[in-house]
């Protein structure tokens, strides 16, 4: 029998210096393009740079995020392009940008650029050819540069931009998007996920955007408590126990955690990040980046709380 800790836990302020990065390349903002400039980078503009990081899907499993962005946290100024939503074609994923994803951007100072996808291919790969299936999605290029202009420009927090961002422009991007997916669709004859869901999901968000924040904290949570009980092939628990963390701070952000492992000593709990690697002596450094970024939370935590263990066969 093993156990699942459940702790709750506040952050008033995030001091962080990122120490396995790597050299990030440099491109002016004349030149860049989201669709063949590198992972992360610099963006230079006349007296200024800005470092950047992109993500191929909005959500955070997929493709090492937040491993671009622990290359880039030690720059001044730091933003994240995100697309609103990936539809992969109807036999692929469809994903959607989470309010959890604005939270941990807001706390950590990040500027984030909201973009779409405007173009892509049938994909072709062994045994997909006869699937619903994009590959090679680009995102609107211009639409992306603008708020970086704009961003660049900008000299309040990533927070105010952030919100504003979400609260005035959100809906008609994630319109956009959808009508872009629709063009692609009819051009290359795949399929998408319909549309009726995300309309019914856009619209609650209309009529209350509380409920954007509601509905995806409770799809965290779900996922926290879902990881916590799961027990991987390659996962090895010293102690045996796993946990879930429900970590909240002044910028009414909630973040839901699941760390590899909780580990009992006299002194406490030590809270374990792990990789593994099945083929290689180490694991690759986006895998350690990943967890080393996730580590930022837990190493600002002022205060927590174990609120209850649970028991499970």
Request: proline content about 2%; charged content about 25%.
């Amino acid at each position: 029998m093993s156990s699942i800790l459940h702790f709750t836990g506040f952050i008033r302020g995030v001091k962080y210096r990122a120490c396995l990065t790597e050299n990030l390349p440099k491109v002016s903002f004349l030149d860049f393009n989201p669709n063949n400039s590198s992972a992360s980078g610099i963006i230079q503009a006349d007296d200024m740079e800005v470092a950047y990081s992109k993500w191929v899907s909005p959500k955070r499993t997929r493709s090492y995020p937040f491993a671009r962005i622990y290359n880039t946290y030690n720059s001044a100024k730091i933003l994240t392009i995100i697309p609103v939503i990936k539809d992969e074609g109807k036999d692929g994923d469809l994903d959607k940008l989470q309010y959890s994803t604005i939270s941990w951007m807001n706390l950590l100072n990040i500027y984030i650029v909201l973009g779409y996808y405007e173009d892509a291919e049938k994909s072709q790969k062994k045994n997909q050819s006869s699937k619903d299936k994009f590959t090679n999605q680009k995102f609107n290029s211009k639409f992306v540069k603008s708020q970086i202009q704009e961003i660049i420009e900008y000299k309040q927090s990533a927070l105010h931009w952030n919100k504003n961002l979400f609260e005035e422009r959100f809906v008609d991007i994630f319109r956009q998007a959808l009508d872009a997916y629709a063009a692609i669709s009819a051009r290359t004859n795949v399929q998408i996920h319909s549309h009726v869901g995300m309309e019914r999901y856009l619209q609650a968000i209309i009529e209350d955007f509380e409920e954007f924040k509601n509905l995806s904290l409770k799809g965290s949570q779900g996922a926290s408590k879902r990881e916590a009980a799961t027990s991987h092939q390659l996962e090895y628990l010293i102690d045996g126990m796993k946990a879930t963390f429900c970590i909240e701070n002044y910028l009414g952000g909630t973040y839901y955690l699941t760390p590899d492992e909780i580990c009992h000593t006299e002194e406490g709990y030590i809270i374990q990040e792990s990789k593994n690697s099945t083929r290689k002596a180490l694991p690759d450094l986006s895998d350690i980046q990943d967890g080393l970024f996730k580590l930022i939370l837990y190493s600002n935590i002022d205060s927590l709380e174990l609120i209850r263990k649970v028991n499970i066969k």
